[in-house]
């Protein structure tokens, strides 16, 4: 794994010299992607440099060295990720005439580009990557990412200047960047608690769609074209689901993971996975299992707080499958001292909070590995997010009633304060009474209000109405809001799940983790997310993801093949830290200091007045806004990181 930055400069008003400190403030700046070997490749008659650090994880020899220049001398890549079926493109290749000076999969995907072009190449590729490809001949700078945006890639342009990297800090290296703070960014991240593709925190600034080619070329428009959309599988698979009984979906499912599982094994360096325990990544764990000859290195964190706390199980399940198993239980101490690194980790504001122990478990886990494989993913293939039965639960109970009586209702709702409807509640026996109640009452008398699709987006949104939060903002809408994916899938757990896929997986879960490993220089693979299982997946019945309001129904029934039932079957925990309570206790002091009103006043990107009201709210244990507080105090922090930058 690797990072890669550069820029194309159509002035072309920087000579050799100046153009390789640049771009190697760019590439360095990225060094815990690659601490392993640095390279920089200019071009000052074109206009263009490649940068590169590089975490050696194939063909650890020099002849891996980056960038790579094609052996026709016309192409020169710079390529962050893996291609995990290299072997077989290398023999193809071979087999039409191609030499190979090296064994790395950066040389054998380059010259697939050289032979079979590239668009051709790149439906061959199974892997995760981003890469930049500079055809000399033509003049073009192709930008790609791979199909579900497992690796990440940011441009723009400026005047007569392209910039791209791996990351927004890369960019801000370059002394043509301007990095002004986009405002319907900010809105739009608000919603999410991270800031949605194709947009960035910055003005100028895009990230790369996934599944998608960028050609930039001079006296030309930036060219997008799309090789791979997950519309048209999510379509293909509705035209067409598969006609199959249970034994043989089951047996399919099986033999796919299992392969993508064993190419995600080869390394030349030590390999072990993640494992909470849960039913994703204990599928991963016992398909590596099954095909090594030792015991796999397995890692977890705990927390003494027990509604926190998977590594028990986590520990069972290690303990079934015969694995190397690492675990450590983190003080609340430990994980709050990540809290100042977040925001030069993630680079641009990002709130989930799951951020903080998944870092814990890659700073763990790269003591003793460098690659680790992950079981991210199966919550959006396999409908295992508990917000999927919670919808489909509140719909079943309210959809039948009209659109009035329904706002009616819910308006009713709020005529009680919370604070009267938790003491109402205080009449119903403990074991049944709901922790925050009157919090809880006004919650849901907004998700009865609007359709599906709303109550969706209030599932999934950290403040409903960002606008009014950045003062000359307007919020970027997008396929959450255009109608799109109801066209696309009449059912709402699909259309739920579809959404996900495309915009809370690439955007959150796997920034989460990109981030998170690359800051202690640990390559984190992801074989559920191999774009023929996905393709698989989603053309079977939804009866294999829900049945009997069970989720996961086909991967739970995969798993039971390895693991005894009774080690999986537990309610549904998130990975996650007590930042509610933790923000009442130790973390007050720092927060009050993030959302003062004068403070947030004079720095002008936020209306303090609706973020004092929750905070004040929350401090009270009136309500709970822990999500929507976490959001503000993310940017807050990297604002402040950012001082003077943007």
């Known amino acids: 794994m690797c990072g890669l930055a550069g820029f194309f400069d159509l002035s072309r008003g920087s000579d050799e010299a100046e153009m390789e400190a640049v771009c190697g403030a760019m590439a360095d700046s990225l060094h815990t992607r690659g601490p392993d070997d640095r390279g920089i490749w200019c071009d000052p008659a074109a206009g263009i440099a490649l940068g590169f650090r590089r975490l050696s994880i194939i063909d650890l020899s020099p002849l891996g060295h980056q960038p790579m220049i094609s052996a026709s001398g016309r192409y020169v890549l710079t390529y962050n990720g893996e291609v995990y079926n290299f072997q077989d493109l290398r023999a193809e290749l071979e087999a039409a005439g191609v030499a190979f000076r090296g064994h790395s999969d950066s040389e054998v995907i380059l010259e697939g580009f050289a032979r079979w072009g590239m668009e051709a190449t790149v439906r061959r590729m199974i892997g995760m990557f981003a890469l930049a490809l500079w055809d000399r001949e033509a003049r073009t700078l192709h930008l790609v990412r791979d199909r579900l945006g497992i690796k990440p890639l940011y441009w ?12 927004l800090k890369a960019l801000r290296q370059h002394p043509g960047f ?7 960014s900010l809105a739009s991240y608000l919603r999410f608690a991270y800031v949605p593709t194709p947009h960035a925190i910055y003005r100028g600034v895009r990230k790369l769609q996934p599944g ?16 791979w959309s997950m519309a048209e599988v999510v379509g293909q698979g509705r035209a067409a689901p598969l006609d199959i009984g249970d034994r043989e979906a089951l047996d399919q499912l099986d033999a796919l993971l299992r392969d993508a599982v064993g190419r995600r094994m080869v390394a030349d360096v030590p390999l072990g996975a993640f494992l909470s325990g849960g039913i994703d990544s204990s599928s991963v764990v016992a398909a590596m299992q099954a095909q090594s000859n030792r015991p796999v290195r397995s890692f977890s964190i705990g927390f003494h707080e027990a509604d926190f706390d998977e590594a028990i199980h986590a520990k069972a399940v290690a303990r079934h499958l015969d694995t190397d198993h690492t675990e450590l239980y983190i003080e609340p101490e430990h994980a709050r001292a990540v809290i100042p690194k977040l925001p030069r980790i993630y680079d641009e ?16 886990a790269r003591r003793h590995v460098t690659v680790s494989l992950s079981g991210d993913g199966g919550d959006e293939l396999f409908a295992g997010y508990n917000r999927y039965i919670l919808a489909s639960q509140i719909w079943g109970r ?15 709702l709020r005529l009680l304060s919370p604070e009267t409807w938790t003491r109402l509640f205080a009449l119903v026996p403990e074991g049944r009474r ?10 849901l008398s907004h998700v009865l209000e609007g359709g599906p699709d709303d109550l969706y987006r209030r599932l999934v949104s950290q403040w409903d109405l960002p606008d ?8 970027h809408k997008g396929v959450l809001f255009n109608g799109h994916a109801e066209s696309l899938l009449p059912d709402q757990l699909g259309r739920m799940q579809y ?30 997310l191999d774009h023929r299982i996905v393709e698989f997946v989603w053309r079977l019945p939804e009866r294999f993801k829900m049945r009997d309001g069970q989720s996961k129904w086909l991967l739970r029934q995969l798993l039971y093949r390895y693991v005894p039932q009774t080690l999986i079957e537990r309610p549904k925990m998130g990975f996650g830290v007590p930042i509610d309570a933790w923000l009442r206790g130790p973390l007050r002091d720092w927060a009050e200091t993030l959302l003062d009103e004068k403070r947030l006043r004079e720095e002008g990107f936020l209306n303090p007045l609706p973020i004092r009201q929750r905070w004040d709210e929350h401090r009270s244990g009136v309500r709970n806004w822990h999500y929507p507080l976490w959001t503000v105090l993310m940017f807050q922090a990297w604002l402040e990181e950012n001082r003077g930058i943007a």
């Open 349 to 364: 504001p990002f709130a989930d909070s799951s951020q903080i122990p998944t870092f814990l478990v890659s700073e763990l």
């Open 398 to 412: 309210i959809g039948w009633a009209p659109t009035a009586l329904r706002c009616g209702f819910a308006r009713s």
């Open 178 to 184: 301007a990095a002004e703070i986009d405002r319907d």
């Open 434 to 443: 709901p922790a925050q109640a009157g919090d809880k009452v006004h919650k």
């Open 499 to 528: 959404l996900d896929s495309i915009t809370y997986l690439p955007d959150d879960i796997l920034t989460k983790v990109d981030r998170a490993s690359m800051a202690v220089s640990l390559e984190a693979r992801v074989p559920l």
């Open 212 to 227: 998608t080619i960028l050609t930039l070329a001079e006296g030309r428009e930036p060219c997008e074209q799309t090789y």
């Open 468 to 475: 009014r939060l950045v003062p000359g903002a307007q919020e």
């Open 156 to 167: 723009g342009r400026q005047g007569d200047l392209y910039l791209f990297g791996s990351e």
